[in-house]
C-alpha cells in the first residue's frame, strides 16, 4: 500500500513545549499559502480531506502534526506571506516556527512547496537560505505543475534549479500535482527514505485470514497507484488471486 497511507491527524501544536515528545522522525511542509501544501499532504498519504484544504488562505496558524507510523510525522505548518500585521508575523516566526525549525532534534528535513507557475518568491529564497543553515534537506515540490505544458515545466524545472544551486547546496525539487499526481510516487520515495520507512510491496493476508474479497482501492489510478506496487505477493502458487495488473 502506498506508504503514508496510514496517516491520520494526531494534533495541532502552539507552543514549542507541546511538541510531539515520542517523535522519532519528522517532515515539516512550508510553503506560500494557497501553494498546494495541505493538498500536497493529501496526495501523498492517499486522503481527500487529511490536511484541511482550504479556499481561504492562511487559516491554518500552528503546527498541526499527521502520524504516519509510530514516532513518524509529517508537520504541516502555517503557510506564509499571508496578508497579517506584521508584529503578528514576527511573533509567530520568532515564538514557534524559527526555534522549531532550528532546533527541533526529530526534523529531518523539509519540503517546500511552490506554486509551479510562481516558483521563488522573496520569502521562498528566505525559507531555502535561513533552514540551510540547519544542515538538514530540502525538497522542492513545484506544485499545480498541470497547470503548465511540458515545455513550460521542463523549463521551470530548470530555472529553478539554477536558483536554488546559487543559494543551497542541500537542496533538490521536482513537479508535482495533486490533480494529476504527476511525481506523487516520487516524492515519497525520497520522504520515505528521509523517515526510514520502507516501501512495501503488496502483499495479501495470509491465507487463514483472507476472506473472499481483498480489499484494494476502487480506483488505483486515481489514488496514484502504478502496477510497481502490485508484485512481490507471497510464495507462488499460494495466491489463488494476485492483484491484477495495470
Ligand atoms: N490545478 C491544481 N490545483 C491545485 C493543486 N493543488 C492545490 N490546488 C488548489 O490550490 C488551492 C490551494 O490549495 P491548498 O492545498 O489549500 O494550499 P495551501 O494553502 O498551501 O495548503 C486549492 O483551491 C486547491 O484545490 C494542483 O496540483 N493542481
Ligand atoms: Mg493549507
Redesign the pocket.
Known amino acids: 500500500m502506498p506508504l503514508f497511507q496510514k496517516a491520520v491527524f494526531h494534533t495541532t501544536v502552539a507552543n514549542l513545549p507541546d511538541l510531539p515528545a515520542d517523535a522519532q522522525r519528522e517532515i515539516a511542509f512550508a ?1 506560500r ?8 499532504i493529501n496526495s501523498l498519504a492517499n486522503h481527500n480531506r487529511l490536511a484541511y ?3 481561504t ?1 492562511g487559516r491554518t496558524q500552528h503546527l498541526n502534526y499527521f502520524v504516519l507510523d509510530p514516532g513518524k510525522y509529517f508537520v504541516d505548518l502555517p ?1 506564509y506571506g499571508y496578508a497579517k500585521a506584521p508584529e503578528d508575523i514576527r511573533a509567530q516566526w520568532e515564538g514557534l516556527l524559527a526555534p522549531y525549525l532550528r532546533f527541533r532534534l526529530p526534523l529531518v528535513g523539509l519540503v517546500l ?1 511552490m506554486d509551479s507557475r510562481h516558483p521563488m518568491t522573496d520569502l521562498d529564497r528566505q525559507m531555502i537560505a535561513w533552514f540551510s543553515q540547519t544542515g538538514k534537506p530540502i525538497h522542492v515540490l513545484l ?2 505543475a ?2 503548465l505544458n511540458r515545455l513550460e515545466q521542463a523549463q521551470t524545472l530548470r530555472d529553478v534549479q539554477a536558483e536554488l544551486e546559487k543559494i543551497s547546496d542541500n537542496a533538490s525539487l521536482q513537479l508535482f ?3 494529476s499526481k504527476l511525481g506523487v510516487a516520487e516524492a515519497e520515495t525520497l520522504l520515505g527514505d528521509w523517515l526510514g520507512m520502507e516501501s512495501k510491496p503488496y502483499s495479501l493476508p495470509p491465507v487463514g485470514l483472507r476472506g473472499e474479497k481483498v480489499a484494494r482501492p476502487k480506483n488505483r489510478k486515481a489514488m496514484g497507484w502504478s502496477a510497481r506496487k502490485s508484485g512481490g505477493v507471497g510464495k507462488p502458487g499460494q495466491n489463488k488471486k494476485p492483484p491484477a495488473k495495470g
Open positions: 510553503g499559502s494557497n501553494a498546494g501544501k495541505s493538498s500536497a484544504v482550504s479556499k488562505p503557510g512547496i506544485s499545480k498541470d497547470k500535482s495533486s490533480l
